[in-house]
């Protein structure tokens, strides 16, 4: 499907053809390519019209290289600025020396999977210009205090070399990094037209350092820190923006803890007249809320903040008419301690939504179920476990267009259940809900019977994401494993690229995820497995697998180094409390040279070091930047033979 | 606490054997279970050789991130402060909500850091940017105004206070 071909027939005249793109993700319809040419002669007038491609390289087909190559670069480079998936712009480079030359230079738009898989100098020599970059430093695990702070993934280094080698940089967006306030405001200082700042799970910055950007970035447009750690010193940065500043069109601020000056704030918004998305903190108070919603009727998403007050009915009609008036808006979010009395005002605007988070508000099933009613159109929902399989059910029936699922714990810590949800909620909602992709569910109990038929009714789904909060919780019926039923899940959603599981489980189940899971690209794994086949299982059998973290599994060496190889085809791999030896890490780092494997101690180093001595945390990724020269005291880098082993860079001062 | 328990060894499931929970000596220390502190006691005293599996908390689990945590309760409901000890390469976190008093935490906080002696004292930074020594305020003043935790050598602890 979709198949476009650049090239032209050897050896004969090729008529203005037309070229029908069949499908496709570029929804072109055709394109005309209109050349006459002789083996021989230059390409003369190849005039055409590109209305967007995917560029597939098909051998076989009366193609030829050489053709390829006298087609004019200009002509190259229009055909491929139409391809802008960062996976099909890395396959167009490695198709020639041409092709990667002239990616090279017109490539806008960089993705960095792993900021340690390259360094900032290699990206600056490869790429001439580039606009928009996206990096993501910690891994995935991280977010649940796995990784020991000081760990890396700084962004200072990444942002000083861009300023250097890309002064018209409009775009950042960096995710699980550390932005010190220093990098905040070398991207102030470095970048005349930046447009857009993306702090995704980052850390390391306070609110002077959003001073800089409030106050040096005259064209941002986009401005969002989304569940970011912030030192919250003064609320006051957003007072900096000038009051001529008036492109804002996205702000997010609904992370930072502090008061924000609600004046200042309300002005922003007075004279952004762009701004179609607004997500403010928990700080300001509902009447400024409705304050706000009427100023910006064009939004198109909203995050509210506490939604609750006393009950005052002439601020119960203003919120319902500001709420009326909004009649683009499509995603609300926010809604930190909802009071259910003012839930009704939002009743104008819940036929329109498409996205509702409702993670964070207490509210209880019946208010939901009754604010569900009017959302008819949903299509992503975050909720809390107080919804109850009976709110699930009302979901299913309601809202035909769910594609997204997801149910947060509210009492994560506590053993017994304190809501009546179980895996029959998911299983309503995966049988009465025809476009559902994706799930992540935390609930309390699971069965075979249940999964099977959530893998049976929706074969749709791509990402299964299920916590069982006790760890080796059993199918409660059968009281045996839960093997069963992960493993339809992978045999029946063919397209299953995201999988995380829980309870109780073992080899058996690796041994159907590798027989079925070929579209998996992650996996997350916890308490689970009797052995190293089942992490072999995995390596073997998954052949589009790019992130693998485990934790607290009995998996060891042997599978690790049986398919070491494997290791440099994917992302990245994290083991914690694993059965993975020191000894083990070591052979690992010598046989694999584009490998770092980093061995993580949070207690410092192991006092022998010996051999069989096991590892606490192991990270390895693939790499052409070597081993990094900023790893913390607690990261050794297994490397080469023994007596090349990376010390950590306190030892490398003199 | 007997060393051998907390080694893992593989067997088929159900056999008793702590597998998955390598480091319970580590989970014990962490003492991440809010207002489970009593049953770990209780655990420690019994000497049960149960599989700690329902009882004890382990770092990370279930996996939900800390804005969540955080954001989560209205008002009392989780407050996570990092506390850093000077010396150790990386921080820790703790959540004051599961403390009622000084004793508990500071107990806490004895446990998570025992590898690095006991000549410390414990500091905190309050709402005002201001290093205090923990102890001089009424707890729940203290549960409300502090924002970072720091264990400072003793030997190091020189006019703590309020600036004037």
């Keep these: 499907?979709?198949?476009?071909?650049?090239?032209?027939?050897?050896?004969?005249?090729?008529?203005?053809?037309?070229?029908?793109?069949?499908?496709?993700?570029?929804?072109?319809?055709?394109?005309?390519?209109?050349?006459?040419?002789?083996?021989?002669?230059?390409?003369?007038?190849?005039?055409?019209q590109v209305l967007g491609v995917k560029l597939r390289w098909v051998l076989g087909l009366g193609v030829s290289i050489r053709m390829i190559q006298s087609f004019p670069e200009e002509a190259l480079e229009h055909v491929l600025s139409f391809v802008d998936s960062h996976g099909d712009r890395n396959s167009v480079s490695l198709v020639c020396k041409t092709w990667y030359e002239t990616d090279r230079w017109c490539r806008r738009r960089l993705f960095i999977g792993n900021c340690y898989a390259v360094s900032p100098p290699i990206v600056t020599r490869r790429f001439w210009d580039i606009r928009s970059l996206t990096i993501k430093g910690k891994p995935h695990f991280a977010d649940y205090n796995l990784v020991p702070q000081g760990w890396g993934a700084h962004a200072l280094p990444w942002i000083a070399a861009m300023g250097e080698a890309y002064p018209g940089l409009e775009e950042l967006r960096l995710k699980r990094m550390v932005v010190s306030d220093e990098a905040l405001e070398l991207i102030g200082k470095c970048f005349r037209n930046f447009r857009v700042l993306v702090l995704c799970c980052c850390d390391g910055f306070s609110t002077d350092g959003l001073v800089s950007i409030?106050?040096?970035?005259?064209?941002?447009?986009?401005?969002?820190?989304?569940?970011?750690?912030?030192?919250?010193?003064?609320?006051?940065?957003?007072?900096?923006?000038?009051?001529?500043?008036?492109?804002?069109?996205?702000?997010?601020?609904?992370?930072l803890e502090s008061d924000l000056?609600?004046?200042?704030?309300?002005?922003?918004?007075?004279?952004?007249?762009?701004?179609?998305?607004?997500?403010?903190?928990?700080?300001?108070?509902?009447?400024?809320?409705?304050?706000?919603?009427?100023?910006?009727?064009?939004?198109?998403?909203?995050?509210?903040?506490?939604?609750?007050?006393?009950?005052?009915?002439?601020?119960?009609?203003?919120?319902?008419?500001?709420?009326?008036?909004?009649?683009?808006?499509?995603?609300?979010?926010?809604?930190?301690?909802?009071?259910?009395?003012?839930?009704?005002?939002?009743?104008?605007a819940c036929p329109r939504l498409t996205s509702l988070n409702l993670s964070y508000a207490p509210i209880q099933s019946p208010d939901l179920v009754k604010l569900l009613s009017h959302c008819k159109n949903l299509q992503r929902l975050w909720v809390l476990d107080y919804?109850?399989?009976?709110?699930?059910?009302?979901?299913?029936?309601?809202?035909?267009?769910?594609?997204?699922?997801?149910?947060?714990?509210?009492?994560?810590?506590?053993?017994?259940?304190?809501?009546?949800?179980?895996?029959?909620?998911?299983?309503?909602?995966?049988?009465?809900?025809?476009?559902?992709?994706?799930?992540?569910?935390?609930?309390?109990?699971?069965?075979?019977?249940?999964?099977?038929?959530i893998a049976t009714s929706r074969p749709t789904l791509t990402r299964f994401r299920l916590c069982i909060i006790e760890p080796l919780c059993p199918d409660y019926v059968t009281q045996g494993p839960l093997d069963e039923g992960f493993g339809a899940i992978v045999e029946h959603c063919k397209d299953l690229k995201r999988l995380s599981m829980s309870g109780f489980i073992t080899d058996r189940v690796f041994q159907l995820i590798g027989a079925h899971g070929k579209k998996l690209e992650m996996l997350s794994l916890a308490f689970a497995g009797n052995s190293d086949v089942g992490l072999h299982y995995v390596l073997s059998g998954c052949k589009n697998l790019k992130k693998l973290e485990i934790r607290d599994c009995p998996f060891g060496d042997r599978a690790l180094l049986f398919n070491a190889s494997k290791l440099e085809t994917m992302r990245s791999l994290w083991m914690s409390s694993c059965q993975v030896s020191y000894g083990g890490c070591q052979v690992l780092g010598e046989k694999m040279p584009r490998l770092n494997v980093e061995v993580i101690h949070e207690k410092g180093l192991p006092e022998s070091r010996s051999e069989q001595c096991l590892v606490e945390h192991l990270y390895v990724y693939r790499t052409v930047a070597g081993p990094r020269s900023d790893a913390p005291e607690f990261v050794w880098t297994m490397k080469d033979s023994p007596s090349m082993r990376c010390p950590p860079k306190e030892q490398l001062l003199p | 606490?007997?060393?051998?328990?907390?080694?893992?060894?593989?067997?088929?499931?159900?056999?008793?054997?702590?597998?998955?929970?390598?480091?319970?000596?580590?989970?014990?220390?962490?003492?991440?279970?809010?207002?489970?502190?009593?049953?770990?006691?209780?655990?420690?005293?019994?000497?049960?050789?149960?599989?700690?599996?329902?009882?004890v908390q382990s770092v990370g689990w279930p996996p939900v991130r800390a804005s969540r945590k955080n954001a989560m309760k209205s008002g009392a409901g989780c407050n996570f402060v990092k506390v850093a000890v000077d010396g150790a390469p990386y921080l820790r976190k703790v959540d004051l909500e599961m403390y009622g008093s000084y004793e508990e935490l500071?107990?806490?906080?004895?446990?998570?850091?025992?590898?690095?002696?006991?000549?410390?004292?414990?500091?905190?930074?309050?709402?005002?940017?201001?290093?205090?020594?923990?102890?001089?305020?009424?707890?729940?003043m203290f549960a409300e105004t502090c924002k970072k935790i720091r264990l400072v050598k003793s030997c190091d602890v020189v006019g703590l206070g309020p600036k004037l």
């Design chain 1, 261 to 348: 000056p609600f004046a200042a704030l309300e002005r922003l918004v007075d004279r952004c007249p762009n701004l179609k998305s607004l997500r403010v903190n928990r700080s300001v108070p509902l009447e400024k809320l409705a304050i706000l919603v009427r100023k910006a009727p064009q939004l198109t998403d909203l995050g509210t903040g506490l939604f609750m007050t006393d009950s005052r009915p002439e601020l119960h009609t203003k919120l319902a008419g500001a709420f009326s008036r909004c009649n683009e808006l499509k995603s609300l979010s926010g809604l930190w301690d909802v009071a259910p009395s003012y839930l009704p005002t939002l009743y104008s």
């Design chain 1, 214 to 255: 409030a106050a040096n970035c005259r064209n941002l447009r986009v401005l969002e820190l989304i569940e970011s750690e912030v030192d919250d010193i003064r609320g006051n940065w957003i007072s900096h923006f000038p009051d001529c500043f008036t492109s804002l069109e996205s702000l997010n601020i609904s992370c």
């Design chain 2, 1 to 55: 606490m007997d060393l051998k328990e907390t080694e893992l060894t593989l067997g088929l499931p159900g056999a008793g054997v702590k597998r998955g929970f390598m480091d319970t000596l580590d989970l014990l220390k962490s003492n991440r279970s809010r207002g489970t502190t009593k049953r770990i006691d209780d655990q420690e005293a019994t000497s049960s050789p149960k599989p700690p599996a329902a009882k």
């Design chain 1, 387 to 453: 919804i109850e399989d009976r709110g699930l059910e009302a979901l299913a029936s309601s809202c035909k267009d769910l594609q997204e699922l997801r149910v947060f714990p509210s009492e994560p810590y506590d053993h017994e259940p304190n809501i009546a949800l179980t895996e029959q909620g998911l299983v309503s909602v995966a049988v009465g809900c025809p476009k559902l992709q994706s799930v992540l569910y935390f609930c309390r109990r699971m069965s075979n019977h249940a999964l099977v038929t």
């Design chain 2, 106 to 140: 500071l107990k806490a906080l004895e446990e998570m850091f025992s590898c690095y002696g006991s000549d410390y004292v414990p500091t905190y930074e309050d709402k005002d940017g201001d290093w205090m020594m923990v102890g001089d305020v009424p707890w729940k």
């Design chain 1, 1 to 48: 499907m979709g198949v476009f071909w650049v090239g032209v027939e050897i050896g004969s005249e090729l008529q203005p053809a037309q070229f029908q793109v069949l499908g496709g993700k570029y929804q072109a319809p055709s394109i005309e390519l209109g050349l006459s040419h002789s083996l021989r002669s230059e390409l003369q007038s190849a005039q055409f």
